[in-house]
């Protein structure tokens, strides 16, 4: 089972995922991707920390996320965040399409988190766009291989369903 959470920032996302994690069996290795680069980012994965259960693993790949999953062990995978990863990977060109290769092919579940960052107000700079379109783009590839995606909207969810009907994407002759 591949299970994807979108939210914005503060949506209680990372708890909801560590819940649904908990539902899986053990072992359970916790995937943090981010650099931690300021103190009060610094404090927030240490408040992450101090919540988890103490038997669960910890991996912490920055950019080497699809070789983390890769080589993961049969566990329960939480993965928290790909947006952290998008940062942490040079010029936010992440290997998506490895990503979901990855993803399919791990012996274990998989719970996702990731910032949907594409709802806010236009980012200021251009860096910020060109984040906020890598993110929303690696969000698509992701909620396509996934079992189930949901977002996240204070700390209530809504399950995303696949188009159907009138929204499906056209196939190759156009028809949907």
């Not at 928290?80 to 399919?104: I, N, P, Y």
């Amino acid at each position: 089972m591949i299970i994807l959470l979108l939210g914005g920032a503060r949506s209680g996302k990372s708890l909801l995922a560590e819940n649904a994690a908990s539902r899986f069996p053990k072992p359970i290795v916790y995937v943090a991707p981010a650099v931690v680069e300021d103190e009060d980012f610094a404090r927030r994965v240490r408040v992450h920390r101090e919540r988890r259960p103490a038997d669960w693993d910890t991996a912490e790949p920055g950019a080497g996320l699809v070789e983390c999953v890769l080589s993961a062990p049969k566990a329960t995978l939480l993965i928290d965040s790909l947006g952290s990863w998008v940062a942490a990977t040079a010029d936010f060109a992440v290997d998506a399409v490895g990503l979901c290769d990855a993803l399919r092919r791990h012996d274990g579940d998989v719970v996702i988190v990731s910032e949907e960052v594409g709802l806010g107000v236009h980012p200021s700079s251009e860096v910020g766009g060109r984040f906020r379109d890598a993110l929303g783009t690696l969000n698509s590839q992701v909620a396509a291989v996934a079992d189930k995606v949901y977002l996240v909207v204070a700390g209530r969810t809504v399950e995303l369903e696949v188009p159907r009907g009138l929204l499906a994407p056209s196939d190759s002759s156009g028809r949907s």
